[in-house]
T-cell receptor, first 116, second 114 residues
């Protein structure tokens, strides 16, 4: 295991539902990330939090709302999603998200999201 | 921004053979190049990385080479085993400063046939 856990592992939701994805890291890191992984596309960075502050929003639609209450926990709140939002959502953490940018990112197992 | 191209998209080899996956990047300021392995049902896991001041790095059966002039880097796996079967992603980091962005290639599905 990498020290990054994600729940739930699978989620099916309707377009009008509201749900949240949870990520927790046990590595003492200060930076956390959300990625979207779709079939036949590169991993897409969505959000970056560094010391609980959001430092990156990669033009993500507002129907995705991140929350980082502390350096160990990261949430992704979902509402009024579209079928094209179905994907694997990966959380990652690293020591920090600055400097030379050579800190290794450790990934969780992901949440497989299906939007009906 | 950075753009990373990865080839091939699928690769099938016989057990014991070598496998090579190649990536190119566009941003000459990129200075860190990790490789990740993703097995079914798991998140990507770092297997090896290389920094811009090094041309080659080896870890047992895995090696990575970097050509900064040509802006390409490659993953070499020797003596492949069935457990090497997975999707492999290359990535490049866009410079440094206050942000840290990994730009990934599309991945290579490696199948090692017993």
């Amino acid at each position: 295991e990498t020290g990054v856990t994600q729940t739930p592992r699978h989620l099916v939701m309707g377009m009008t539902n509201k749900k949240s994805l949870k990520c927790e890291q046990h590595l003492g890191h200060n930076a956390m990330y959300w990625y979207k992984q779709s079939a036949k596309k590169p991993l897409e960075l969505m959000f970056v939090y560094n010391f609980k502050e959001q430092t990156e929003n990669n033009s993500v639609p507002s129907r995705f709302s991140p929350e980082c209450p502390n350096s160990s926990h990261l949430f992704l709140h979902l509402h009024t999603l579209q079928p094209e939002d179905s994907a694997l959502y990966l959380c990652a953490s690293s020591q920090a998200a600055w400097g030379t940018g050579t800190d290794t990112q450790y990934f969780g197992p992901g949440t497989r999201l299906t939007v009906l | 921004g950075e753009n990373v191209e990865q080839h091939p998209s699928t690769l099938s080899v016989q057990e014991g053979d070598s496998a090579v996956i190649k990536c190119t990047y566009s941003d000459s300021a990129s200075n860190y190049f990790p490789w990740y392995k993703q097995e079914l049902g798991k998140g990507p896991q770092l297997i090896i990385d290389i920094r811009s001041n090094v041309g080659e790095k080896k870890d047992q059966r895995i090696a990575v080479t970097l050509n900064k002039t040509a802006k390409h880097f490659s993953l070499h796996i020797t003596e492949t085993q069935p457990e090497d079967s997975a999707v492999y992603f290359c990535a490049a980091v866009e410079g440094g400063g206050s942000n840290y962005k990994l730009t990934f290639g599309k991945g290579t599905l490696l199948t090692v046939n017993p």
